[in-house]
């Protein structure tokens, strides 16, 4: 399974980006699918996710100003940013997880880093 994240780039402060992971398969096959987020020096966050169930989590940073939605058509998801802070800056990672009834066969997928750069 192959997840690629895409639309980064540089962006002022107030500005908007839409990041886009495609995954190789079908992210209705996916028990949950999100957003990551590390910055240099720090330990890698969530920024949003969404269940198969469509059901949604935030953090409360980017909470009111992201919104993460799927298109099952394309196999992909997305993260619209708006309303962007310089702390919003760091690289972005999509991430696809199976929760089996065993943990020991859970599974979880990352794609590669889309780096955000939000200027003040």
């Known amino acids: 399974v192959q997840l690629q994240a895409s639309g980064g780039g540089l962006v002022q402060a107030g500005g908007s980006l839409r990041l886009s992971c495609w995954a190789s398969r079908s992210i209705s096959n996916f028990d949950n699918i999100g957003w990551y987020r590390q910055a240099p020096g720090t330990q890698r966050e969530l920024v949003a996710r969404l269940t198969d169930t469509g059901s949604t989590t935030y953090a409360d940073s980017v909470r009111g100003r992201f919104t993460i939605s799927r298109d099952n058509a394309k196999n992909t998801v997305y993260l619209q940013m708006n309303s962007l802070l310089p702390e919003d800056t760091a690289v972005y990672y999509c991430?696809?997880?199976?929760?089996?009834?065993?943990?020991?066969?859970?599974?979880?997928?990352w794609g590669q880093g889309t780096q955000v750069t939000v200027s003040s």
């Open positions: 991430r696809g997880a199976t929760v089996a009834l065993s943990p020991k066969y859970n599974r979880e997928y």
